[in-house]
């Protein structure tokens, strides 16, 4: 594989990494209100999370930052394409990350009250505006020759490409009820577990949904397989969550997340940015990509940066590996 | 107003609002590891309940910084994405090390800080303080090294109109960085300091319990920013030699410095309108020769005036912008080489002033509280207090100088090395409508400044409840090792 290759590769790999790890804090958002139904439980919500969340979201961070090192116009035609889209997004990780902070620092119902629509909301929009741009990048976007967008500001928005928002969001809403179910003890494990049995079903569709529409539009024969990939890992997640292993049913709703982003960037190649105007002004991964210098540069620093990441990160799941019940919660708020 | 304005003013109020919270995050990190650091060793409780104390704030804080942060990021692609282009080969890869090396470091290791006060080692949670704050400074280096360049680049050659990377180690050992690196640095300090300061002088005047950890809070507060206000001047000076061979402009523009002068004055203040063409109507008072002691280190030498640059800078870069639809209105226009003046010139002055009263400040808290001094009057908590505001506002005078300074260039062209590389801040905005950048200025702008209420307010109540609520060493956490010793 050539340098630019391995980097559409990496940058797949980011969004892996931060679909897998923010898709279950998006999902613990948006139960926090349904599967926390007093103060107690809803702060044992919050705490399978706390030491995470924002590890998690650098993912994000380090994407976007490889995107514009390696494929600087990838990065220039897709942002600016977005323009509202992504300020939602922004607004919706602005508001959660706050408002986890803010949220116990003031001893009032109300104020968490407050609070909590904002990490209900922020937890919502922002993976459904996520799975909207991913998906409407993979099934193309109206560029012209340039590489900016030709259509209107909201030219985002599609049937398809809501599937796609669907999509995300919904597997994050299944990612996290299972994840509650394996960090959690007490009564949230059980709500949790049978809500994520009854979910599942209906919140994976539209991923599903919107892969074999990606399949059939772009897909070449070997993405079958990741398709396919998908379903077996969400069927398999199902069952081994009705036989009770949380911890089996999350690492295979990893597989289908994986399984997921294999399909969509395997579509996606050997394009970056596909146009839907004419072909010819698609951005492709050997032209959009950085001079073999700087990628080799990076390249470096991803071979020795990604491994210490994981190793750390791991570690943090690790130090606070216990379940967390409503004993574990002190009853004064941290000041 | 079009979308290059708009979008100008929207980059300006997002980084000056980021960075009042970077610094602070930075400067206390270190601090509250530090206090740390000394309870490890020492075993007093008065350093547990600093690093307990500040620590809190600094999350709170640090919050902030992380979501806007992220903004920062995304803007580049979204209302620049000319720029991005047009730089990605060399601007994106310092961008990508901040992440990879510094931003996964910071955030998970102050995760574990933050949970794990009964989960780690107390030695190995000290650890994970210097982790998260020593990336916090380190973060700092490489988003530097991407300013930087887009104020003096080098490590880099022309290629098919765009620049190319040529050295990652000439970016990231840049002359220009390696000064603004120690600058910023120290004026993270001197927030950091002065918040201290600020916030430990009025606990002391109020007279509550815990006198010990206040006076020690004012102590390390004040003589860290008084340290840091001589790094400032050091670096500051180191910074106004390289100006004035990289970026002459910006230089006669800090001093409104109309036409050139041998030996060259340094105006302290003027009266009337310094962007007036030809200097008639400003009456400066001035120190003579001092403008060229500090630009070249002689008392004697010439420093370049406004009017020669433009002439120099014309017959260089052009007299008027090439004919493209990209750059709207400004399309073969005359290009303006000159930055706006009043902002350039007062903003230098009110950097240099406002870091000099809060340096003050902290010498003056210091002789007040001396021996175990506390003065009784109200104007010593005002003062304090008031004190904090002073190097926030000195640090965003000095990046808004130093931003506009550089136009109308966005990447200013380096007068001694790579050829070609530069480009006008008009022709690296997004070509979007009004509309969509209207719509996130006034959103962003709006949820600011919401959050700065709602972090004032958090910050203040929290101030007020003091330290009680820390528990003496011997029994860090709780009794019950099955509750959490901190959680949301």
């Known amino acids: 594989m050539d340098l630019p290759t391995i980097w559409f590769a990496i940058i797949a790999l980011l969004w892996l990494g931060y679909l897998f790890l923010e898709g279950f804090d998006f999902g613990v958002g948006m139960l926090l209100r349904v599967l926390g139904r007093d103060e107690v439980s809803r702060r044992v919500l919050i705490n399978t999370i706390g030491p995470v969340w924002d590890g998690n979201e650098v993912w994000l961070i380090v994407a976007a930052g490889a995107t514009f090192a390696a494929f600087p116009g990838w990065y220039a035609g897709l942002f600016s394409a977005a323009y509202l889209p992504l300020l939602l997004v922004l607004l919706a990780l602005i508001g959660r990350g706050v408002a986890f902070e803010y949220r116990g620092k003031v001893d009032s119902a109300r104020w968490r009250d407050t609070w909590d629509v904002v990490i209900t909301a922020g937890s919502l929009i922002a993976p459904l505006g996520i799975g909207l741009l991913l998906s409407w990048n993979v099934l193309g976007v109206p560029l012209d020759a340039a590489g900016n967008r030709a259509g209107p500001p909201l030219a985002a928005l599609r049937w398809d490409t809501l599937l796609g928002a669907l999509g995300v969001a919904g597997f994050a809403l299944t990612h996290g009820a299972v994840f509650i179910a394996l960090k959690t003890d007490g009564p949230v494990r059980v709500r949790a577990r049978r809500l994520a049995l009854r979910l599942a079903p209906v919140a994976l569709a539209p991923l599903v949904a919107l892969l074999l529409v990606v399949q059939l539009r772009e897909g070449s024969s070997w993405t079958w397989f990741a398709l396919g990939a998908v379903a077996v890992a969400a069927a398999v997640s199902w069952l081994r969550l009705r036989a009770g292993r949380e911890g089996q049913a999350f690492a295979a709703l990893a597989t289908a997340i994986a399984a997921t982003v294999v399909t969509l960037f395997g579509a996606l190649y050997p394009d970056v940015l596909p146009s839907t105007v004419d072909p010819a002004n698609s951005l492709t991964i050997a032209e959009t990509a950085s001079s073999p210098y700087t990628l080799t540069v990076m390249t470096w620093l991803a071979a020795l940066g990604t491994p210490a990441v994981l190793v750390y990160q791991s570690w943090t799941y690790w130090v606070f590996r216990k379940r967390i019940s409503a004993a574990h919660i002190p009853e004064v708020h941290a000041p | 107003m079009d979308v290059l304005d708009l979008a100008r003013w929207q980059f300006g109020i997002t980084t000056v609002y980021h960075f009042l919270m970077v610094p602070l995050t930075i400067g206390l990190s270190l601090l509250v590891a530090g206090t740390q650091t000394a309870w490890v060793r020492t075993g007093r409780r008065r350093y547990l309940a600093m690093t307990k104390f500040w620590g809190k704030l600094l999350l709170i804080n640090f919050a902030m910084g992380v979501v806007t942060g992220i903004v920062q990021e995304f803007q580049f692609g979204m209302a620049w994405n000319e720029y991005s282009r047009f730089v990605g080969d060399v601007f994106g890869a310092p961008l990508a090390m901040e992440g990879l090396v510094a931003f996964f470091v910071e955030s998970t290791f102050l995760g574990l800080w933050i949970f794990g006060w009964d989960r780690l080692p107390k030695r190995v949670h000290l650890a994970c303080a210097w982790a998260f704050s020593l990336a916090s400074v ?351």
């Open chain 2, 138 to 488: 380190l973060s700092a280096y490489f988003i530097l090294a991407a300013n930087s360049w887009m104020q003096h680049p080098v490590g880099a050659e022309l290629v098919d109109g765009r620049p190319r990377l040529t050295s990652i180690w000439a970016v990231l050992g840049n002359s220009t960085l390696l000064a603004a690196y120690p600058h910023t640095i120290a004026g993270a300090f001197a927030v950091a300091g002065a918040f201290l300061v600020g916030i430990a002088a009025w606990q002391l005047w109020r007279a509550k319990p815990d006198g010990d950890v206040w006076r020690s809070s004012v102590k390390l507060g004040a003589w860290v920013g008084v340290a840091a206000f001589a790094a400032l001047l050091v670096s500051g000076d180191q910074q106004g030699r390289l100006m004035f061979d990289q970026q002459p402009m910006k230089m006669a523009a800090a001093e409104a410095l109309c036409h050139t002068e041998q030996p060259a004055g340094f105006s302290v203040f003027a009266v009337g309108d310094v962007a007036d063409p030809d200097c008639e109507s400003v009456k400066s008072i001035t120190v003579p020769a001092l403008l060229s002691f500090l630009a070249e280190g002689d008392f004697h030498s010439k420093v370049a005036g406004v009017d020669d640059l433009v002439t120099r800078y014309e017959q260089k870069y052009g007299s008027h912008y090439p004919v493209d639809p990209r750059l709207g209105e400004l399309s073969g226009k005359p290009i303006d080489y000159v930055p706006m003046l009043p902002v350039t010139y007062w903003g230098f002055r009110l950097m240099i002033g406002f870091g000099g009263i809060g340096a003050l400040i902290g010498v003056a808290v210091l002789w007040l509280t001396r021996r175990g001094r506390v003065p009784r009057h109200r104007w010593f908590p005002a003062l304090a207090v008031a004190g904090i505001a002073t190097p926030f506002l000195a640090n965003s005078f000095g990046w808004i100088f130093t931003e506009m300074g550089r136009q109308p260039f966005v990447v200013v062209p380096n007068p001694s090395g790579v050829d070609g590389v530069w480009m006008y801040t008009a022709r690296a905005v997004t070509g979007m409508s009004v509309g969509e950048v209207l719509t996130s200025l006034i959103t962003l702008t709006v949820v600011y400044g919401a959050l700065a209420v709602v972090e004032v307010f958090l910050i203040r109540r929290f101030v007020r409840g003091g330290v009680a609520a820390v528990p003496p060493p011997d029994r860090p956490g709780s009794d019950d090792r099955d509750v959490l010793s901190f959680a949301y």
